[in-house]
């Protein structure tokens, strides 16, 4: 996914605070206190004998997490005491390490030392809402844990639904300058325009909560911007909602956001076997929905699917 990043850069890389989703109803209140309670499943025989060797003997399991500096809430920031490191993200690198019996070493770092700690070997797992691109693959190895999707965040009770370009004709919308949900407004717009419907008013604000109050006010009718943002808006304030959702990656593409490690160090296939545990017993469902993130759940964990093509091929 994509864009300057919210929760997208391109698919990746720290979202900035922006609002996430879920559907519109009953949305969970998120507790963003120290004491996080997280859920660390028992160890499993099957997913932990596919460790290497030396990772299993040392215990432990090192998680990178580039969200230093403001983080990128729900997905991984400081909690209430602006030191403890809590979100979907870490909630779920926690839940893989319980799964493969091993201990877990958060480490909060910033987005570029992430992946030169990933190169390393210093990070044995990266979970920082990481897109999978094709480029990416050349260095990487991933598992799958989440989609990677924008959200249509209207005022509560706007009645809007956005599945297509013909639902945002006439309609007043803000995104942000410069991000992959501008690009694809901006071809939504297009198409609107090319059916002779009522045009898309393209709207363009310096910060989240000048979006949030235009939202309040009627200033505009829908902002797009990464659903993890818009869902943690929904989820703390009650006062919006998300209509709709669409894959970072476009129209021909669902992008996905994954766990990530070095290629070829042997840890893939443990990673993928403890998720594949964890959407079986519903403990992945209860940390996305613990962020109200429900409605970027996958079914299954996907080891290197397709991912963003490389520019230009």
């Not at 370009?165 to 995104?175: L, N, Q, R, W």
């Not at 993890?228 to 129209?251: D, F």
């Amino acid at each position: 996914m994509s864009a300057v990043l919210a929760l997208s850069l391109t698919a990746c890389a720290a979202p900035e605070e922006k609002p996430v989703a879920a559907a519109a109803a009953a949305a969970p209140t998120l507790n963003t206190g120290p004491e996080q309670n997280r859920i660390v499943p028992a160890k499993d025989e099957a997913a932990a004998a596919l460790l290497p060797p030396d990772v299993k003997a040392s215990g432990k399991l090192v998680i990178g997490v580039g969200a230093a500096g403001s983080g990128f809430p729900p997905l991984a920031f400081a909690a209430t005491d602006n030191k403890t490191l809590i979100g979907n993200e870490p909630d779920i690198a926690v839940a893989i390490a319980g799964t493969l019996g091993l201990e877990p070493v958060l480490e909060n770092t910033s987005w570029e030392n992430l992946f030169i700690g990933l190169d390393s070997g210093k990070y044995q797992l990266g979970a920082s809402n990481i897109t999978v691109t094709e480029e990416r693959k050349q260095k990487y190895d991933f598992v799958t844990y989440r989609l990677d999707n924008l959200g249509w965040l209207a005022k509560k009770g706007s009645g809007f639904t956005i599945t297509k370009p013909a639902d945002i004709a006439g309609k007043k919308v803000s995104v942000s300058s410069g991000t992959n949900q501008e690009k694809i407004l901006v071809e939504w717009a297009e198409e609107v325009k090319k059916a002779g419907l009522a045009p898309v008013d393209i709207k363009y604000f310096q910060t989240n909560q000048a979006v949030y109050l235009a939202l309040g006010s009627g200033q505009i009718d829908l902002h797009l911007g990464p659903n993890p943002s818009a869902a943690y808006h929904v989820a703390t304030t009650g006062q919006t909602e998300i209509v709709g959702t669409y894959s970072g990656a476009g129209k021909d593409l669902q992008g996905l956001i994954a766990l990530t490690t070095k290629k070829d160090n042997g840890l893939i296939k443990a990673y993928a076997a403890a998720l594949d545990k964890l959407i079986a017993s519903g403990d992945y469902a209860r940390i996305l929905d613990r962020w109200n993130l429900k409605n970027e759940a996958v079914q299954k964990a996907e080891v290197n699917p397709p991912g963003l093509p490389i520019e230009g091929k």
